[in-house]
């Protein structure tokens, strides 16, 4: 879906300081939005959702934050760790994927 | 179990072939998905189906022919595709289309090759 976005295909993070993914969007229709994470050669694994009627969820390590009046969400993950290493894809209402972001967790 | 099974892992056909892939979930979801992704490209939608039956067909080429037999199983029927078919085929499940974030559970794909 192209109204999703991720402009950073790739990010870099020491061990154990914060990593922020971020994503925009247009279509202002949407329930809620996903976070996955992908290995090489693996399917996309579910991370963290969060509600239109909602500006923030966390669970753990991973908060997600959403800001409808920029149309901007963004995936906090502290510490970051090694295993984090992945391609990161945001999702508007389950179907429809952003580009990605690919995160490198360096020990 | 929350796994998604996907066979085969990898297909090589040739364009006048006929092959199916093979998707399989026993969570109880009643919802099922394929996609296609391509190297360093989003997962792309395909279909889904909801209960068993197909209520989104992201205007798919017919050379792809989705089939759900029932709730667990999920088909990909494929027939005088093109080389820019060569993808990543995706399976995917959740519980149910509407009514919440409805995660999905993803199979491991499979990567087809047509020459």
């Known amino acids: 879906d192209q109204q999703v976005k991720q402009n950073s295909p790739s990010l870099s993070v020491q061990e154990g300081r914060i990593s922020i993914l971020n994503c925009d969007y247009t279509?202002?229709?949407?329930?809620?939005f996903l976070w996955y994470k992908k290995y090489p050669a693996e399917g996309p694994t579910f991370l963290i959702s969060?509600?239109?009627?909602?500006d923030k969820n966390e669970d753990g390590r991973f908060t997600v934050f959403l800001n409808k009046s920029a149309k901007h969400l963004s995936l906090h993950i502290v510490p970051s760790q090694p295993g984090d290493s992945a391609v990161y894809f945001c999702?508007?209402?389950?179907?429809?994927f952003g580009t990605g972001t690919s995160l490198t967790v360096i020990p | 179990d929350t796994e998604v099974t996907q066979t085969p892992k990898h297909l090589v056909m040739g364009m006048t072939n006929k092959k199916s892939l093979k998707c399989e979930q026993h969570m109880g979801h009643r919802a099922m998905y394929w996609y296609k992704q391509k190297a360093k490209k989003p997962p792309e939608l395909m279909f889904v189906?909801?209960?068993?039956?197909?209520?989104i067909n992201e205007s798919v080429p017919s050379r792809f022919s989705p089939e759900c037999p029932n709730s667990s199983l999920l088909n990909l029927h494929l027939h005088a595709l093109q080389p820019e078919d060569s993808a990543l085929y995706l399976c995917?499940?959740?519980?149910?289309?509407?009514?919440?974030?409805?995660?999905?559970?993803f199979g491991p794909g499979t990567r087809l090759t047509v020459t």
């Open positions: 995917a499940s959740s519980q149910d289309v509407a009514g919440g974030p409805r995660e999905q559970y």
């Open positions: 969060i509600s239109s009627i909602k």
């Open positions: 999702a508007r209402n389950q179907f429809y």
């Open positions: 279509n202002s229709m949407f329930d809620y």
């Open positions: 189906y909801s209960y068993e039956k197909l209520s």
